[in-house]
């Protein structure tokens, strides 16, 4: 394999403690090496920004509910779907991009890892085929677990041992990284025709609340010593007023230890927070509840979030939180997808128009600023635009620029048809923070990397770490003053290293890279009762049959397996 | 304003995707700077120059440039697309999405026109001097936005589903349509001069429908509220007013519940 030098660039990275000072970054054989031999090919980065590759922690690129995104919204991609010349693909889709479009845009913007946040377990093996087709960039997808019946029966019985147990053979079954959870007990209650919107409504038949279903899951998460913590998207998402049940829900993380080998230090990972700190009764009164929300983040070490920016666009609203779409098709009235995943979970589709000229969509996007610029420890805030859902993943570099400069995002606030009135509602006005390029690379890099368990490999440039580079046409001297430059030098990295190969240049895909797709296998003490129980559901319920559920090697044939061993646990 | 005439020198292989034919690109630009535009047939793209033998430059602005094509078009896709003023005539037959998301200006086409033409149609002035096939002046497939705005007249007949999603504008068509005429419209009218094949206003919200013929099977949920004697498109007759669609939806204004007409000539 080749070797790179990157000479003369401004190197921003939290693991080592750089903060744009000029530094060479050696590759050699995929990895950062303390030097090269006097072949190396040289990249002249003066005036440039290093930073390693982006992880994005948050995201729904691969799977069931996304395609049938794309093939219900044809008119996503109407537009723009020529063929651009070079190596690339047609790349259609703006909310919901196909694959090759999704690992494109996401090289372009200096990205090298996409975390799929919501894993149907049934559909494991259509998540697992468009992973393995989305060029460049290494991904792993989260099975979706907050209600599974499984789980619900153990939990009901605080049978921590089983529900690690199950967890393991299902992340085995699936090739899943952890545990995620959508709308604990919620979803199921919808099956009933109920939801549950606080953390204490019971789940019709199993009898088990959210809170219970989230304390187990963190447990059995810990138990099992997972690289990644439990990721929560909350009950009473997109409701005035559901601030008071996101406090409640992160202060189940008190008392909860962090047990794992891989330096992570949190125990929850509460997703889209912009989605769940509103304040107000209704949508006539609805307020930002930022602060309320941040000042109890920033006190409480153990949990990580992202923000879920709202981009302002038109885009394609997808959840296993099926009572929530369910809603939103009620007030939007635009075409509803939905889907019941047997014992495990369910998913529901809607466009939604997120309109700069309805107060209601701009107090959302100052709420999604407020919660990154009053993060006080940026290596627990993440951003995101929970893509699709606030927003398509190719708007970073717009929130990149709303974030880093104060008056990109003021002429955005100050020129809303309503302006006074979200004003008013919300705190951004107030705040004069501008997030620095060090702090950018702690929320997309160093941030992401050791929220997911993967800080050993990724998210840094030390010596011995994975040559995921991105370098950026900002000279940190003279950062650009407008929006457009901001965006355009963040969306089109003038390099992007991959494994040590060259996989943008000047903004161009040259390069398709070696894409693995990353899953952990956590080992467990056998356990009869969990097999038993595994065997007895499929003969009973499943409409599959247990051979045909696993997903095959041949499905992810360029694995990256995390091991963990609970055995001794 | 200033005259840029087409003339075709090459019937495509396949379609030509004209999505650079309409005012709004032409503007400011000579006639060697037009044929050196791209377009693409499939995946390759090449120029209007290899097409079309192009004679005139454009006006400073979509507004002072007019189009004026001459030749065999059948294989024309887009052309007037998304323009917002000028002019321009077809006189040919053109292949789908002409006109369709035109803002304004005034497009002629001097022959038939095939289907997905006008589509979210915003403005303007739209004449199809034949026929129109299917999803005249509707929304794109899997879109809720059809023609919203401007005038669109079919001098013959149309297809299936025209005007599905209209939420504006006025469409009148000289001749018969097939079935599912304003499906889903949610405001807007069309005049049907000709008759109607079967489900006419289906999970209509708002909007107004005129039929001077025959609907060959009536939807259920439309009710009939009595005559009025109206003035339609120069026409003076009486109509039988029917409300509906009753199975949809309606948006309430102050109090009372907004219905969608069916107006039947008697
Ligand atoms: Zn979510
Ligand atoms: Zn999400």
């Known amino acids: 394999m080749s070797e790179y030098i990157i000479k003369n660039g401004h190197v921003f990275d939290p693991v080592q403690g750089i903060k744009g000072d000029k530094k060479d970054i050696a590759v050699k054989d995929g990895k950062i090496v303390e030097k090269v031999s006097s072949s190396a090919k040289v990249i002249d980065a003066k005036d440039k920004t290093v930073m390693a590759g982006a992880l994005e922690v948050h995201a729904h690129v691969a799977g069931p509910k996304v395609n049938a995104g794309r093939w219900y919204r044809p008119e996503d991609k109407h537009f723009d779907s020529h063929k651009k010349p070079g190596i690339t693909r047609i790349e259609g889709g703006k909310s919901i991009p196909t694959v090759f479009k999704t690992g494109y845009e996401y090289a372009r913007m200096g990205f090298t890892f996409a975390m799929e946040a919501a894993m149907p377990p049934l559909y494991a093996r259509h998540v697992h085929e468009e992973i393995h087709d989305t060029p460049i960039i290494d991904e792993a997808a989260l099975p979706v677990l907050g209600n599974n019946w499984f789980i619900m029966e153990y939990l009901k019985n605080n049978e921590v041992e089983n529900t690690a147990a199950y967890i393991s053979w299902l992340m085995r079954q699936t090739k899943g990284y952890g545990v995620k959870v959508v709308n604990p007990g919620g979803t199921e209650a919808w099956a009933w025709g109920l939801n549950c919107l606080?953390?204490?409504?019971?789940?019709?038949?199993?009898?088990?609340?959210?809170?219970?279903?989230?304390?187990?899951?963190?447990?059995?998460?810990?138990?099992?010593?997972?690289?990644?913590?439990?990721?929560?998207?909350?009950?009473?998402?997109?409701?005035?007023?559901?601030?008071?049940?996101?406090?409640?829900?992160?202060?189940?993380?008190?008392?909860?230890?962090?047990?794992?080998?891989?330096?992570?230090?949190?125990?929850?990972?509460?997703?889209?927070l912009q989605f769940h700190s509103y304040k107000g009764t209704n949508w006539g009164d609805f307020e930002s509840a930022a602060k309320e929300v941040m000042d109890y983040v920033n006190k409480q070490k153990n949990i990580t979030i992202d923000t879920g920016n709202v981009t302002l666009d038109e885009t394609t609203t997808m959840t296993a939180d099926g009572p929530f779409e369910h809603h939103l098709h009620g007030l939007n009235h635009l075409k509803w997808f939905n889907v019941d995943v047997e014992l495990e979970t369910a998913a529901g589709v809607v466009p939604y128009i997120y309109d700069p000229n309805i107060s209601v969509c701009a107090k959302q996007w100052c709420i999604g600023l407020e919660i990154a610029l009053m993060a006080k420890d940026p290596m627990r805030c993440f951003i995101t635009t929970d893509h699709p859902n606030a927003?398509?993943?190719?708007?970073?570099?717009?929130?990149?620029?709303?974030?880093?400069?104060?008056?990109?995002?003021?002429?955005?606030?100050?020129?809303?048809?309503?302006?006074?009135?979200?004003?008013?509602a919300t705190y951004l006005a107030n705040i004069d923070r501008e997030i620095t390029l060090y702090e950018l690379a702690q929320m997309t890099r160093a941030g992401p990397a050791k929220c997911l368990g993967l800080m050993k490999d990724y998210g840094g440039l030390k010596a011995g770490m994975n040559a995921d580079i991105a370098i950026y046409d900002i000279n940190p001297d003279k950062f650009p003053s407008d929006g457009p430059a901001i965006e355009k030098a963040f969306g089109n990295a003038a390099y992007l290293f991959k494994d040590g190969r060259i996989c943008v240049e000047g903004g161009k895909v040259v390069d398709m890279g070696q894409k693995k797709t990353f899953w952990v296998d956590a080992k467990v003490p056998e356990n009869k009762q969990v097999m038993h129980d595994v065997r007895e559901k499929f003969l009973r319920y499943y409409s599959v049959n247990e051979n045909n559920y696993p997903v095959p090697e041949s499905y992810a044939p360029h694995q990256h397996i995390i091991t963990v061993d609970a055995t001794k646990a | 304003m200033e005259t840029v005439t087409l003339t075709v020198k090459q019937v495509p292989d396949l379609y030509l995707e004209c999505e650079n034919v309409n005012p709004d690109a032409f503007a400011g630009k000579t006639a060697e700077q037009i044929a050196k535009m791209g377009a693409y047939q499939g995946k390759e793209i090449s120029t209007l120059g290899e097409f079309f033998t192009i004679a005139g430059n454009a006006g400073a602005t979509a507004a002072d440039t007019k189009i004026v094509i001459n030749g065999d078009c059948t294989k024309m896709k887009y052309i007037g697309a998304k323009m917002t003023a000028g002019e321009v005539v077809v006189n040919s037959a053109c292949d789908m999405y002409t006109g369709s998301w035109m803002k304004g200006g005034k497009?002629?086409?001097?022959?038939?026109?095939?289907?997905?033409?006008?589509?979210?149609?915003?403005?303007?002035?739209?004449?199809?001097?034949?026929?129109?096939?299917?999803?005249?002046?509707?929304?794109?497939?899997?879109?809720?936005?059809?023609?919203?705005?401007?005038?669109?007249?079919?001098?013959?007949?149309?297809?299936?589903?025209?005007?599905?999603?209209?939420?504006?504008?006025?469409?009148?068509?000289?001749g018969d349509v097939d079935i599912h005429l304003g499906t889903h419209m949610e405001g807007g009218k069309i005049i049907?001069?000709?008759?109607?094949?079967?489900?006419?206003?289906?999970?209509?919200?708002?909007?107004?429908?005129?039929?001077?013929?025959?609907?060959?099977?009536?939807?259920?949920?439309?009710?009939?509220?009595?005559?009025?004697?109206?003035?339609?498109?120069?026409?003076?007759?009486?109509?039988?007013?029917?409300?509906?669609?009753?199975?949809?939806?309606?948006?309430?204004?102050?109090?009372?519940?907004?219905?969608?007409?069916?107006?039947?000539?008697?």
């Open chain 1, 198 to 272: 606080t953390i204490h409504d019971p789940v019709p038949y199993f009898d088990i609340t959210p809170a219970e279903i989230m304390t187990g899951l963190m447990t059995a998460n810990e138990y099992l010593g997972l690289p990644h913590s439990m990721h929560v998207h909350q009950n009473d998402l997109g409701n005035p007023g559901n601030y008071k049940t996101t406090i409640e829900t992160l202060q189940l993380a008190e008392g909860v230890k962090p047990k794992n080998t891989f330096g992570r230090e949190q125990v929850m990972h509460s997703t889209h």
């Open chain 1, 391 to 424: 927003g398509p993943f190719t708007r970073y570099p717009r929130v990149y620029s709303w974030l880093m400069s104060k008056k990109v995002r003021d002429e955005r606030l100050n020129t809303f048809k309503n302006a006074d009135k979200v004003i008013g």
């Open chain 2, 107 to 174: 497009l002629t086409v001097n022959g038939d026109v095939h289907s997905f033409c006008a589509l979210a149609m915003a403005g303007g002035e739209f004449t199809i001097n034949g026929n129109a096939g299917n999803y005249l002046g509707a929304a794109y497939r899997g879109d809720w936005r059809g023609m919203s705005g401007g005038v669109l007249r079919v001098k013959g007949n149309a297809g299936s589903d025209v005007a599905s999603f209209m939420t504006g504008g006025t469409m009148i068509i000289d």
């Open chain 2, 192 to 266: 049907l001069k000709g008759n109607a094949n079967r489900r006419v206003g289906g999970q209509l919200v708002k909007g107004e429908i005129y039929v001077f013929g025959k609907i060959n099977v009536m939807m259920p949920g439309y009710k009939p509220s009595g005559e009025v004697d109206l003035e339609v498109d120069g026409t003076k007759a009486t109509f039988i007013d029917y409300t509906g669609d009753l199975g949809e939806r309606h948006p309430k204004r102050k109090g009372a519940t907004v219905y969608g007409h069916l107006f039947m000539k008697k």
